[in-house]
Protein backbone atom coordinates (compact mmCIF):
# COMPACT_ATOMS: atom_id res chain seq x y z
CA UNK A 1 0.00 0.00 0.00
CA UNK A 2 2.95 2.11 0.70
CA UNK A 3 3.99 2.02 -2.84
CA UNK A 4 0.85 2.96 -4.40
CA UNK A 5 -0.04 6.29 -1.80
CA UNK A 6 4.15 7.66 -2.32
CA UNK A 7 3.02 7.25 -6.10
CA UNK A 8 -0.59 9.33 -5.97
CA UNK A 9 1.04 11.40 -3.21
CA UNK A 10 3.69 12.76 -6.03
CA UNK A 11 1.20 12.90 -8.85
CA UNK A 12 -1.20 14.91 -6.49
CA UNK A 13 2.20 17.05 -5.75
CA UNK A 14 2.38 17.26 -9.41
CA UNK A 15 -0.79 18.17 -10.49
CA UNK A 16 -0.56 20.92 -7.83
CA UNK A 17 2.20 22.50 -8.95
CA UNK A 18 1.52 22.35 -12.56
CA UNK A 19 -2.75 24.12 -11.17
CA UNK A 20 -0.38 26.32 -9.57
CA UNK A 21 1.45 27.89 -12.57
CA UNK A 22 -1.25 27.55 -14.46
CA UNK A 23 -3.61 29.76 -12.20
CA UNK A 24 -0.92 32.69 -11.61
CA UNK A 25 -0.16 32.01 -15.51
CA UNK A 26 -2.86 30.68 -18.20
CA UNK A 27 -5.89 32.36 -15.73
CA UNK A 28 -4.88 35.38 -14.44
CA UNK A 29 -6.67 37.27 -17.42
CA UNK A 30 -9.64 34.60 -17.38
CA UNK A 31 -10.97 35.11 -13.84
CA UNK A 32 -12.30 37.51 -11.45
CA UNK A 33 -9.67 37.77 -8.54
CA UNK A 34 -12.03 35.79 -5.95
CA UNK A 35 -11.88 33.03 -8.28
CA UNK A 36 -8.20 33.22 -8.83
CA UNK A 37 -7.96 33.25 -5.20
CA UNK A 38 -9.97 30.11 -4.53
CA UNK A 39 -7.97 27.98 -7.71
CA UNK A 40 -4.72 29.53 -5.74
CA UNK A 41 -6.09 28.08 -2.02
CA UNK A 42 -7.29 24.79 -3.72
CA UNK A 43 -3.57 24.23 -5.57
CA UNK A 44 -2.16 25.04 -2.09
CA UNK A 45 -4.15 22.62 0.41
CA UNK A 46 -3.76 20.28 -2.63
CA UNK A 47 0.35 20.70 -2.05
CA UNK A 48 0.00 20.69 1.63
CA UNK A 49 -2.13 17.41 1.48
CA UNK A 50 -0.22 15.58 -0.75
CA UNK A 51 2.80 16.43 0.98
CA UNK A 52 0.87 14.98 3.87
CA UNK A 53 0.25 11.68 1.65
CA UNK A 54 3.99 11.43 0.94
CA UNK A 55 4.68 11.33 4.37
CA UNK A 56 2.05 8.69 5.28
CA UNK A 57 3.34 6.59 1.85
CA UNK A 58 7.09 7.27 3.08
CA UNK A 59 6.49 6.52 7.01
CA UNK A 60 7.54 3.27 8.64
CA UNK A 61 4.83 0.91 9.17
CA UNK A 62 5.03 1.38 12.81
CA UNK A 63 5.27 5.39 13.20
CA UNK A 64 1.19 4.85 13.31
CA UNK A 65 -0.89 2.61 14.20
CA UNK A 66 -1.85 1.18 10.78
CA UNK A 67 -5.76 1.80 11.41
CA UNK A 68 -5.33 5.06 12.02
CA UNK A 69 -2.72 5.40 9.24
CA UNK A 70 -5.08 4.17 6.80
CA UNK A 71 -7.70 5.98 7.67
CA UNK A 72 -5.97 9.51 7.55
CA UNK A 73 -4.67 8.36 3.96
CA UNK A 74 -8.53 8.37 2.56
CA UNK A 75 -9.10 11.30 4.10
CA UNK A 76 -6.37 13.12 2.74
CA UNK A 77 -7.24 11.85 -0.63
CA UNK A 78 -10.70 11.91 -0.39
CA UNK A 79 -10.38 15.58 1.04
CA UNK A 80 -8.08 16.82 -1.68
CA UNK A 81 -10.67 15.56 -4.13
CA UNK A 82 -13.86 16.96 -2.82
CA UNK A 83 -11.78 20.56 -1.40
CA UNK A 84 -9.59 21.32 -3.93
CA UNK A 85 -11.80 20.04 -6.84
CA UNK A 86 -14.82 21.84 -5.70
CA UNK A 87 -12.75 24.98 -5.62
CA UNK A 88 -10.92 24.59 -9.27
CA UNK A 89 -14.82 23.79 -10.18
CA UNK A 90 -16.36 26.97 -8.85
CA UNK A 91 -13.37 28.91 -9.77
CA UNK A 92 -13.71 27.85 -13.62
CA UNK A 93 -17.31 27.90 -13.47
CA UNK A 94 -18.56 30.10 -11.38
CA UNK A 95 -21.34 27.95 -9.99
CA UNK A 96 -21.65 28.78 -6.48
CA UNK A 97 -23.43 25.21 -5.86
CA UNK A 98 -19.66 23.98 -5.81
CA UNK A 99 -19.27 25.82 -2.63
CA UNK A 100 -21.36 23.65 -1.08
CA UNK A 101 -19.10 20.87 -1.14
CA UNK A 102 -15.40 22.60 0.14
CA UNK A 103 -16.34 21.96 3.68
CA UNK A 104 -16.80 18.31 3.48
CA UNK A 105 -13.13 18.02 1.94
CA UNK A 106 -11.92 20.87 4.86
CA UNK A 107 -13.78 18.47 7.69
CA UNK A 108 -11.93 15.39 5.88
CA UNK A 109 -8.65 17.43 6.55
CA UNK A 110 -9.52 17.54 9.88
CA UNK A 111 -10.10 14.37 10.22
CA UNK A 112 -6.95 13.30 8.58
CA UNK A 113 -4.99 15.30 10.64
CA UNK A 114 -7.07 14.07 14.14
CA UNK A 115 -6.08 10.35 12.57
CA UNK A 116 -2.34 11.24 12.63
CA UNK A 117 -2.85 12.54 16.31
CA UNK A 118 -4.84 8.93 17.14
CA UNK A 119 -2.22 6.93 15.14
CA UNK A 120 0.96 8.75 16.78
CA UNK A 121 -0.90 8.16 19.99
CA UNK A 122 -1.54 4.51 19.85
CA UNK A 123 1.35 3.37 18.07
CA UNK A 124 3.99 1.22 19.46
CA UNK A 125 6.89 3.34 18.99
Do not use: K, N
Not at 14 to 38: S, T, Y
Request: charged letters at 10%; a positive charge; hydrophobic letters at 60%.
Amino acid sequence: MSRSVTVCAALGALLAVGAGAFGAHGLREQLEPAALAAWATAADYQMYHSLALLALGLAAPAALAPRWHRVAIVCFAVGIVLFSGSLYLLALSGIRGFGMITPLGGVLFLLGWASVVAGAWRSEH
